[in-house]
C-alpha cells in the first residue's frame, strides 16, 4: 500500500511537470550565462545561476547534498549546455517549468560527447514503447535519455513513450523517481516493453495516519512509529508487551499475570471522570474488541498518535491518543510458510520478599509489639532465651501479672500466638508461604503463516497457540488466534478484500492470594486433620488460607470473538477514490464458578456450596464510507478526506445462581438445578452512533505543511439536548531541512512543527442520560412481591467531555537517518 502510494503521487508531481513545460518561460537555450567554477557545490552553483538568471531551482536535498566538486571555465555558454555539463556526469537530469528548474535523479555517463550537445542524426524509423511497473501498470512520467546526450522523452500519462534513436548501439536510460534506473541497447527493435522495478532504499517511509498514510516529511502531527520486526526476536505476546518502554511519553501499568496486558496511557491521563485509554485502530478501521485478540507475530507497524491534530480525526474515543495497528499482507510470489516457537520459563527476581520464614515472622511480631507496647518494659515481647543484656528471666516472668509455667507458652502467649501456632512452634514446624504460592511457569508461543499471492489476488493466513503460566499458583492464559487478509483485484478501478480475525481465549484463573500470603502466620497449618483445606491457618479470621480458593474454587471462563473487515475500494474519475468497509463484530463469554464448602465463600456463608453462571453476547457493526483526492498542482500538494461512519452495538447477558447443593454438590455448576434457592438477573444494552469528518493536507514546496480537520460526532448515551458535538483541529510544519540556505550534510531532515486540536471522550455508561429503575423484594403480608423504585434521575444536559491541547515539537533525522530526535 505504501509503495503504491509513493507511486501514485510520483506519478501526479511527474506528469504536472511534463505539462508545464511547454508553459511561458525562457528557452534555456537563448539564455547565455558566463559562471567561474572552481571545486564548488552544486548548491552553490544554483545560488550563481540564480543571480545571474531569473531562474529558480528545485530539487531534494538528499539528490545534491552530496556533489561539492563542480567545476567550469567561465566561458559564455546557454544555460541548457551548462546544466548538461554539471549535472549528466553527477547522474542528474532537469525539467523547466516556466521559470522554475526541477532537479530530478537521471543516470551518470563517463564522459560528455561536446559542450555543445549536438544531436546526433536521425537514421532509424521511430522508436516506439511502453513503460510499466512490476504490477503491468502503466508508470506516466518516466524520463528517457539517450546515454550520452541530452536527447530524451517522457512516458504520456499510460506509459507510451516514442523517440528517435540514432543507431541500432544506441543505449536508453529509464529512470523514475522510487524505481531502479535501467539501460537497454535498442538493437533492431522498434517497440521496447519496459518494466522498472521499485527502489526500496529510494522509498521515503510512509507513516499510517488517520484513514490513510503520509510521507514522514509531510507529517504535521507528533507520530512514532515501531516496526513488528524489531520484536520477532522477543517472547512477546501481548501487543502492550511491545508498547512498554519503546515509545516517549506511553506509559503501561503492566500487568505480572500469565495474560499479561496493561492499563495504557499517551502522554498521561486526560480525564477526570471518563476512560483514559488511547483509541485502537485496526487495518484502518476503529477495532472495539480486546487488545489480547491481535497477534503480536502478525503485526507490521504500529503509529501512535500522540497530539491531538492527529487524533482528532477519530473524533470520539481519541482525547487520550490513538494507536494505529497495520497488519501482515500477503505479496505477489510463491507462497511463503514461516513457523516459530518461542519456550520460557517465569520467575521472581527477588525470592524472599514480602512473606516471612519462621524467625522472620517472630522477629516482626516481636518488633510490632514492642511499638504498640505502652507502659510494658521494652523486653517484655522478648524470647526467654535471647534477653537483652542485663535482664533476668526472673524480672522478664515478673512483667506479667499471671506468667504461664512455662516460660515458652508465656512468651508466645505475650506474641498473641493462637492455639494452633503454638502448637506448630513447640513440634518445630514452619512453613514459607512464598514457596507454596510462587512457583516459576512455564511459557509457550507457536505461530504458523503462509502468505503469497499473484498480481490481482494476494493472501495472508496465520494461526498462533500461547499457553502460559505464571508466578502465582493457578495463574494460566491460553488463546488460540488467527486471521487471514485478502486482498483481490477485480479490475482496474476496483479492489476488493477482507480482513478477519478470530480468537478463541481460556481465562479460567483460580489463583493463589498473594495479600493473604504476605500476611499468613509461617507457624499456621495449610490443612485440617481430616486432609481438607484450613479456612484461617493461624486460626485468626482477618487472614484466610492463599491457596484456599485454588483448591476449592471451580472455573470456567472462555471467550470467543470474530472481527472481521470487509471492504471495497474504487477509482473514480478526476482522481478520486471511495472506500466502503463495513465491520462485524461478534463475541461470546461464559464465566462459570462454583464455591465447594472447602472455600470460606462456599463453606461458611453457604454451608453447602455455591455457584454461578454469566452468560453474555455482544454483536457490534461498523461501516465507513470514506472519499479521498490527491493531486500535485505545479508547487501545491492537496490531499482532501471525507468520511461518514455509522455505528451500532448490541449486548445479552444473563446470570443465575443457586447455593445449597442437596443431596450432592459435586456437579457443581454443571448441576444449577440441584440447588435449593436459585435466582435469575438479565441485562440487555444497545448503543449507536454516527460521525461526519473533512480532513484537508495541504504542501507547498513540500516545505510549508498545512493539516486541517473537523469531525461531528454523534452517539446515543448522551442527553437529548447534547447528543453531538464538533472537534476541529489545525495543524502546520515547517520542513527546514528543505531551503536552499540549509547546508548541513549530517541532518538528513529537520522539522519544525505546531498543532492544536479539540478531542471528544465519549467513554461513559450506555445509559448515563436516562433515569434508571431498581428491582427489590418485599413481603405484603402474604406473599413476596416484586418492587420497582428510582435509583438515578435523568441528565438531559449530560454533554461531550472535551480535551483541548496544544504541541509543538520537532522531527531531525541524523546521519543518512541512522538517528533519529522526537519532541
Known amino acids: 500500500m505504501r509503495f503504491s502510494l509513493f507511486v501514485f503521487l510520483s506519478m501526479l508531481i511527474t506528469t504536472q511537470w511534463i505539462s508545464a513545460s511547454s508553459l511561458n518561460g525562457q528557452n534555456l537555450e537563448a539564455v547565455k550565462v558566463s559562471l567561474s567554477l572552481n571545486n564548488e557545490t552544486l548548491v552553490h552553483a544554483f545560488q550563481k545561476i540564480e543571480k545571474q538568471t531569473s531562474f529558480r531551482f528545485m530539487y531534494r536535498k538528499e539528490d545534491v547534498r552530496h556533489i561539492r566538486s563542480v567545476s567550469h571555465s567561465g566561458a559564455s555558454v546557454s544555460l541548457d549546455q551548462l546544466l548538461g555539463a554539471i549535472l549528466i556526469p553527477n547522474g542528474l537530469t532537469y525539467k523547466q517549468v516556466g521559470q522554475r528548474i526541477m532537479i530530478m535523479p537521471g543516470t551518470a555517463v563517463p564522459e560528455v560527447r561536446s559542450s555543445a550537445f549536438p544531436e546526433p542524426p536521425v537514421v532509424l524509423p521511430p522508436l516506439k514503447g511502453r513503460v510499466t511497473d512490476e ?65 526500496e532504499k529510494s522509498l521515503e517511509e510512509l507513516v499510517v495516519v488517520g484513514y490513510g498514510t503520509q510521507k514522514k516529511s509531510d507529517l504535521t502531527g507528533a507520530v512514532i512509529r515501531l516496526n513488528g520486526d524489531t520484536f520477532k526476536n522477543q517472547s512477546i505476546t501481548q501487543v502492550t508487551d511491545m508498547l512498554a518502554g519503546s515509545v516517549a511519553g506511553f506509559y503501561a501499568n503492566q500487568s505480572p499475570s500469565a495474560a499479561g496486558g496493561a492499563s495504557m496511557e499517551i502522554r498521561g491521563p486526560s480525564s477526570l471522570s471518563a476512560g483514559t485509554s488511547p483509541m485502537i485502530v485496526l487495518d ?160 509457550q508461543d507457536y505461530d504458523l503463516s503462509v502468505g503469497g499471492g499473484t498480481e490481482n489476488l494476494k493472501y495472508y493466513w496465520s494461526v498462533g497457540y500461547t499457553n502460559n503460566e505464571g508466578i502465582i499458583k493457578g495463574d494460566q492464559f491460553g488463546t488460540i488466534r488467527s486471521r487471514l487478509n485478502v486482498d483481490f483485484k477485480v479490475a482496474d478501478w476496483l479492489n476488493v478484500g477482507m480482513n478477519t480475525q478470530f480468537a478463541d481465549r481460556d481465562e479460567s484463573v483460580v489463583q493463589g492470594n498473594l495479600s493473604t500470603m504476605y500476611m499468613a502466620s509461617p507457624f499456621g497449618s495449610m490443612w485440617n486433620d481430616d486432609g481438607s483445606v484450613r479456612w484461617y491457618p493461624g486460626d485468626y479470621i482477618g487472614v484466610v488460607n492463599p491457596l484456599m480458593d485454588y483448591y476449592g474454587r471451580d ?142 493536507n495541504y504542501s507547498l514546496l513540500g516545505r510549508y505543511l498545512l493539516t486541517a480537520s473537523v469531525r461531528r460526532d454523534g452517539y446515543s448515551a448522551f442527553g437529548q439536548k447534547n447528543p453531538r458535538a464538533v472537534f476541529p483541529a489545525l495543524a502546520l510544519a515547517w520542513n527546514l531541512g528543505e531551503e536552499n540556505f540549509f547546508d548541513v550534510s549530517w541532518i538528513s531532515q529537520f522539522k519544525i512543527r505546531a498543532s492544536w486540536g479539540v478531542n471528544g471522550n465519549r467513554d461513559i455508561g450506555m445509559y448515563s442520560a436516562l433515569a434508571q429503575l431498581g428491582s427489590n423484594l418485599h413481603y405484603n403480608g402474604t406473599n ?11 441528565n438531559s444536559n449530560l454533554r461531550w467531555e472535551r480535551t483541548e491541547s496544544v504541541n509543538l515539537g520537532f522531527d531531525v533525522d541524523l546521519f543518512n537517518n541512522r538517528f533519529n530526535l522526537t519532541a
Do not use: C
Open 135 to 199: 504490477k503491468g501498470e502503466g508508470l506516466p512520467g518516466v524520463s528517457i535519455l539517450l546515454k550520452g546526450t541530452q536527447q530524451g522523452t517522457t512516458t504520456d500519462g499510460e506509459g507510451n513513450f516514442t523517440l528517435d534513436v540514432p543507431n541500432e548501439n544506441a543505449v536508453l536510460v529509464f529512470s523514475f523517481v522510487g524505481y531502479v534506473s535501467q539501460e537497454t541497447v535498442v538493437g533492431s527493435r522498434t517497440y521496447l516493453e519496459i518494466s522498472l522495478k521499485v527502489d
Open 284 to 443: 484502518g478501521v476503529v477495532y472495539n474488541g480486546s487488545i489480547r485478540d491481535i497477534n503480536p507475530s502478525d503485526i507490521e507497524t504500529i503509529d501512535i498518535l500522540k497530539d491531538a491534530s492527529s487524533a482528532a480525526v477519530f473524533g470520539a474515543k481519541a482525547a487520550a491518543g490513538v494507536i494505529i495497528i497495520t497488519t501482515l499482507r500477503g505479496k505477489t510470489g510463491k507462497p511463503t510458510i514461516q513457523f516459530s516457537t518461542k519456550l520460557g520459563v517465569a520467575e521472581v527476581t527477588r525470592k524472599k520478599f514480602g512473606s516471612y520464614d519462621g524467625q522472620g515472622y517472630l522477629d516482626y511480631r516481636r518488633d510490632m509489639y514492642r511499638f504498640m507496647r505502652g507502659p510494658l518494659p521494652d523486653y517484655y515481647y522478648f524470647s526467654p532465651d535471647e534477653l537483652p543484656a542485663g535482664v533476668t528471666l526472673e524480672q522478664w516472668r515478673a512483667a506479667s501479672a499471671n506468667p504461664h509455667e512455662d516460660n515458652t507458652t508465656e512468651w508466645l502467649n505475650r506474641l498473641n500466638f493462637f492455639p494452633i501456632e503454638q502448637e506448630n512452634y513447640k513440634a518445630g514446624r514452619s512453613m514459607n508461604w512464598m514457596d507454596e504460592v510462587i512457583t516459576p511457569g512455564l511459557r
Open 555 to 696: 472455573r470456567l471462563r472462555k471467550i470467543q470473538s470474530i472481527f472481521s473487515a470487509l471492504f471495497a475500494e474504487f477509482r473514480l474519475p478526476l482522481g478520486i477514490t471511495h472506500r466502503v468497509s463495513y465491520q462485524p463484530r461478534y463475541e461470546v463469554m461464559k464465566d462459570y464458578n462454583y464455591w465447594s464448602p472447602q472455600t470460606v465463600t462456599g463453606g461458611q456463608t453457604y454451608p453447602d456450596g455455591r455457584a454461578t453462571r454469566e452468560d453474555y453476547s455482544q454483536f457490534g457493526w461498523m461501516l465507513d464510507n470514506l472519499m479521498k483526492w490527491n493531486k500535485q498542482v505545479g508547487v501545491h500538494g492537496f490531499d482532501v478526506t471525507l468520511l461518514h461512519n455509522l455505528e451500532h452495538t448490541r449486548t445479552w447477558t444473563s446470570t443465575s445462581t443457586n447455593i445449597t447443593f442437596r443431596p450432592s454438590p459435586v456437579l457443581g455448576f454443571s448441576g444449577m438445578q440441584f440447588g435449593t434457592n436459585p435466582t435469575v438477573s438479565s441485562n440487555d444494552t444497545e448503543v449507536s452512533g454516527d460521525a461526519l469528518m473533512a480532513r484537508l
Open 784 to 794: 413476596l412481591q416484586v418492587g420497582l423504585f428510582n435509583n438515578s434521575l435523568a
